[in-house]
Nanobody, 118 residues
Framework: QVQLVESGGGLVQPGGSLRLSCVAT????????MGWYRQAPGKQRELVAS???????NCADSLKGRCTISRDDVKRTVYLQMNSLKPEDTAVYFC????????????WGQGAQVTVSS
């Protein structure tokens, strides 16, 4: 059974930095695109950043210049580094990955709370 497990969330002061990690476990044959989404209270889930199997990356406009996504395919892990955090970055952050196990499917992590507050 494939699972995505996030870590690294927590409370950070405005202007601070945070690094989220997400590791994929289980019977995995291949991992394609990996990414991070977030959902703030009362808002829809939105894409934060994604990274393709070849390494090309994309960050949401709201995080441009403050976001770095990377992956380690040996460790089956995707990372999200966020800098200069703002209160409006407060949300639950979800890891997402397109994984080939018995077939290709999209998987989601359980979510990691990130709170930006003084």
């Amino acid at each position: 059974q494939v699972q995505l497990v996030e870590s690294g969330g927590g409370l950070v002061q405005p202007g601070g930095s945070l690094r989220l990690s997400c590791v994929a476990t289980g019977r995995i044959l291949s991992i394609a695109t990996m990414g991070w989404y977030r959902q703030a209270p009362g808002k829809q889930r939105e894409l934060v950043a994604s990274i393709a199997i070849g390494g090309s990356t994309n960050c949401a406009d709201s995080l441009k210049g403050r976001c770095t996504i990377s992956r380690d395919d040996v460790k089956r892990t995707v990372y999200l580094q966020m800098n200069s955090l703002k209160p409006e970055d407060t949300a639950v952050y979800f890891c997402n990955a397109r994984i080939r196990s018995t077939g290709w499917s999209d998987y989601w992590g359980q979510g990691a709370q990130v709170t930006v507050s003084s």
